[in-house]
Every structure is written in C-alpha cells, then in structure tokens.
C-alpha cells in the first residue's frame, strides 16, 4: 500500500497537556460555582462566595432590570439550563449600563482577590469565557439567543482600598479591553478572551466587567454587544476565569527528517493571544511551522504586546536520508479535537510497504487493537468504549521494498494514551 508523509507531533502534544495541568491558578472559584445558597430564582452575585459586585439585584432600584442581570446555578430544580457544559455548574452575566443623559458608559465590576500574590516582572496570562445568553428586546417581547461580548469589557488589578468604594460613578482605567485581545470561538459555542500582561507584585484584587467609558452606545444584537439604548441596558454571560504564570517548555529533546515540516503550535494553542503575537527561534527562522536543516540547540520566542518569554532549550537531531525509516508515535490524543486522535504507524516518505500485523496490548497483554486494512488507526476505544489512559504495548510486523527486494521487519514498543 502507498501512505503519504505525515508530520509527526504526538510527543509534543503530550508533554503540552502535562505541562497545563500543572499551571498555578491565582483565583478561588474562577468559574463561580460555589455560592452561600442555592440562588433560586433570578439573584444577583452575591450569593457567590469568593466574588462581590458593584452592582446588586437586591437593591430598592437596582441599575438594571431583572432580566439584563443574574446569577444562575444549577442547583436550582426550577432553572432551565440554556448554557453550555463546558461552563460548568453556575455562570453570571454582567450588566451593561449607560446613562442617556451623559451618554456614558457607568462602572458595573466584579471583583475577587487573589488566592496568592504575583511575582513582580514575571508575565501572566488572563483568559476570561463568553456564551449565548437570552437577551430581552421590547416591544418584540422575545427573548434573542445572542453571542456577545461587550467591547467595554476590560479588567484591572487593585488594592483592598481600591475595592472600598466602588460604584456605578467610578473612574478606574482598566489594564486592558476586550477590544484588542485574544479571540477564540470554540466548539461548543463560547468564545475565549485572552491577554497578558505583566505583574507588579503588589496586585491584590482582580477587577472585571464594564468600566466607565466615555463612547456612546448603540442598538447592536451582537457582534459587540447587545445594547438597547432604549433601555440604556444589556448584559453579557460570562464564565471560567484563568489567571497564571506564561511559561513555554518545549518537551525532551527530537529527532526528525530534514525535509519534515514541524508544527509547533500545540505548544501555544492553550493560550489565546492579542494581536501582534509572533513568534521566532534562534536561528533567525519565524513561526511555529518549520523544518530543521542541520542538528542542534533550538530555543523558541514568543514576542507579545506585554514582553517576551522564551522556551527551555531542545537538542533537535536531523536525519538527511528517511526514505526507508518509518515512525510509531509516542503517545496520542483520542478525544475529538482533530489532532492526534488516533494510533498508527507513521511513514516519513512515500514509500511501498505492506503491513502484516499491528496490535495494541493493554498491560496485561489482552490484544485492544488490531490492523484490519483501514488507514485511521486505533482510536482510542475497546469495544466502543474510551479505553483508560496509560502505557499501551504495541507489535508491528511489515515488509518494505528496497529496490527490487522486500526486506521483512518486527518492531515493538510504547504508546500513552492521554485524553
């Protein structure tokens, strides 16, 4: 049979998703699940317990009405869940307020401290997640399920006095907005938000939602937000907060194929950077795709609008001739994303080879695969259920032409299977 070159990334990804799991969050309850009380009914952010407002439901005349603003768990028996799971138990939305005799946008913050405190200098990566959310426009009287996000949204850091006095009059100028950051739609509908910035060392609170602004609104049902200047009001769902230290670490050291094209970018992917991002190596190369001409040290940069942060050093070795070499992955990845989902052998050319056998073994040495003429390969399941992450054993046995000859050959070796 004839296969085609195939890049080979599946180490690289695995070390990327070890890596993240290990990240530093400096937020309790960044995706506001917890609460003092189930919040039946429409109520506001105080019934969270780490997060406070400068805005409340339960105020005499609250800024905003009842269905531009609330907080919602799924505690509640009554509550229709109209928000992905990817959001998890509980979500907020922010209301947007402006007053129509100024035309300005008011403050209306959420603010939460910190669960431990920044290193001076160092760069720190923010993400923030947006989701559809039922948005109230009379005189249709119907709700819009609406994708939006507020270009006034932005956040900042304070300090406990900073925190004292918020209200809808406050002057504070935000770090950055959501104008100008990061943008990432995602599968299930939501939109990540990211950007860096970096630490002063003396960041106690974090600050988010709309700050006052001096532009004037418009009707939009979104792209932006949805704002009804007839209202002077909208709101915006917001959910799943990040906050940690940027690091790169490029996996263990490589071996490729001088004409291979590597691609990088499993190693940025987990970050949703601002505009300007780029990226270069050490040897004058850019990008995160790219091919390797001779053995060596390589060390990739990552230039953004807040500084600099490069990776550890890898020792890249480079084969000049692969045609007769064939490659059996490491380690891959079957959970649905379109990259690395499935295991199989992988040839550096194009070259004739005819595969005799190649099974996968768990560890008490039950056959979980076996190569029946399809070129997908195993993925990931046994007997159409996910298959536990862990250290699979593999056997290959094949015959590849060498000129007018086919020479037989056995390999054997290791996959782990991580989700």
């Known amino acids: 049979m ?29 995706g506001f ?61 922010i209301p947007y307020n402006f007053d129509t005799n ?51 949204f932005g956040l900042a850091f304070t300090t406990q006095v900073g925190v004292d006095s918020l209200n809808g009059q406050s002057q504070i100028a935000p770090l ?27 960041e106690e609170y974090l600050l988010f939602g709309n700050f006052r602004h001096s532009r004037g609104p418009s ?10 200047s007839r209202f002077s009001t909208s709101s915006s769902l917001v959910d799943n907060f990040r906050l940690e230290k940027m690091e790169l670490e490029i996996c263990c050291d490589l071996e490729f194929c001088s ?13 949703v950077f601002p505009p300007g991002t780029s990226y270069s190596w050490n040897d004058g190369q850019e990008g995160l795709e790219r091919s390797f001409a001779q053995s060596g040290s390589y060390q990739l940069t990552i230039d953004l609008p807040c500084g600099s942060i490069s990776s550890n050093w890898i020792n890249i ?13 490491s380690a891959f990845s079957p959970n649905g994303d379109g990259l690395n989902d499935f295991f199989s052998p992988l040839l550096s050319t194009d070259f004739e080879i005819e595969i005799f056998q190649f099974s996968v073994f768990d560890r008490w040495g039950q056959q979980v695969y076996r190569y029946l003429n399809d070129s997908s390969g195993w993925d990931g399941n046994i007997r ?36």
């Open 2 to 30: 004839k296969l085609s070159r195939l890049m080979w990334t599946l180490s690289m990804f695995c070390c990327l998703h070890a890596h993240n799991a290990l990240a530093q969050t400096h937020l309790f309850d960044p």
């Open 33 to 93: 699940e917890e609460v003092q009380e189930c919040p039946v009914g429409n109520l506001g952010p105080e019934q969270l317990v780490y997060w406070e407002s400068s805005y409340s439901i339960r105020d005499p005349e609250p800024p905003v009405p009842w269905y531009y603003q609330s907080y919602h768990h799924s505690c509640d028996p009554a509550i229709t869940r109209y928000w992905k799971p990817i959001l998890g138990n509980g979500v907020i939305r």
């Open 102 to 152: 100024t035309d300005e946008v008011l403050t209306a913050l959420l603010w939460t401290r910190l669960s431990n405190p920044l290193d001076r200098d160092s760069l720190y990566y923010i993400e923030y997640t947006t989701a559809p959310t039922f948005f109230y426009y009379p005189p249709d009287e119907e709700f819009y399920n609406v994708w939006c996000i507020s270009p006034n």
């Open 176 to 202: 950055y907005f959501a104008e100008g950051s990061g943008l990432r739609a995602n599968e299930s509908n939501t939109l990540s938000i990211g950007n860096c910035f970096k630490a002063t060392g003396e």
């Open 219 to 228: 009707d939009e049902r979104c792209l932006g937000s949805a704002i009804n």
């Open 259 to 271: 004409a291979d094209l590597v691609d990088f970018s499993s190693y940025t992917d987990t970050y």
């Open 317 to 329: 070795k480079v084969r000049i001739d692969c045609s007769n070499s064939i490659y059996v992955p």
């Open 384 to 419: 159409g259920k996910e298959a536990p992450i862990g250290v699979y054993t593999w056997l290959l046995e094949y015959q590849i032409l060498l000129g007018d000859e086919y020479i037989q050959q056995s390999e054997a070796g290791a996959v782990s299977l991580i989700r």
